[in-house]
């Protein structure tokens, strides 16, 4: 069944990338009432956890132990010959309840069968239903990345004391594993500026770019539209998070980012790998003449409204990072469009507020 045609029809096939199956139909049921509501999440999810065996046996003894639990679980053999438990359970993902799963498994895994090579089978992921993550830089060792959806509440900030730790986002940090209290997030302006980071910095307003080198500091930037870009240099360890919107794209902001790289951490563009996470996109994207006139024309399609343009900006981002010296084949473009999909803000579709977030960090 496709969950998406009970809310819009598709404006073209599409199959976005992503690494975990969408929110379940009688929660994207009520996706209008939770953002009406400020879009808090107080819906169960599946919340999934990962246990690695080296043996079939000890595997397939361990999920029946979590079975009686009360977790669902599946066993999948591994390339290297290992064995992976997924191990499932439906909760509220409110601030806390992700660190308490995982706390949880990490007690059972103590007592779960294990070997001489994998005396502690947990290897510490969890992953809960609602975000998308682009699959290139999920194969990234060093870089932990996520996109939230209306499945996670709005990730619309700052809080009301001024910093960016909202409740959404405090979830939404400690589901991929991030410390809360250290997330830095940008105050975009619909500009080109980049700020480096070197701790935590709350708020960093005014700019819609941010760089670091710094493991276990996450950076995080909001949309409703436009492009998130990510950037990362799995060699020198350095990362860029951007948002790019019209008037950013236009003034270079992804361009600027890779010479923040370049300049601040002796990155070089062809080390790079980057990605363009959810946006609207070129099918959706209808502009004026006067905003077109920013753009090259390969990025710009006749629309059926006189007087008016179609405008793919991610695909305008990835020449510019490509005219960067971004391999092309290192760029990966999620594809999911946030007018067409229900589970994603949009403010051409529901100019409510609503925002949701691109969080990435080094590990």
Known sequence: MDWMGMFMPRLRPREPAESLSPPIEDDLDRLSE???QGSRLSLPHPVRGYLAFAG???ARTSAEVLRKEGFACSVRAGQDGSWTITAIRQIVPTPGAITRFREQLQELAGM?????DLPRPVRGRVEVGGILTIP???AQPGLVHGFSTLALGSMRGPAPDGTPLTPERRV????LGLDPARLTASGAVHGAAVARVDGPAGVVRGHDALVTDRPGLPLLATYADCCPVLLFDPGRRALALVHAGWRGTAAGVARAAVDALVRDYGCRPADLVAGLGPGICGACYEVGEEV?????PECLRPSANPGRRLLDLPAANRRQLESAGVPAGRIEVHGACTRERADLPSHRRAPDGARFACLAAIR
């Not at 939404?172 to 589901?175: I, S």
């Not at 077109?292 to 090259?296: D, K, L, R, S, Y």
């Open 56 to 58: 079939e046996e000890a």
């Open 34 to 36: 939770l953002r009406e």
């Open 292 to 296: 077109a006139a920013a753009f090259e």
């Open 112 to 116: 779960l069968p294990s070997s001489a």
């Open 136 to 138: 290139g830089l999920a």
């Open 172 to 175: 939404f940090a400690e589901t």
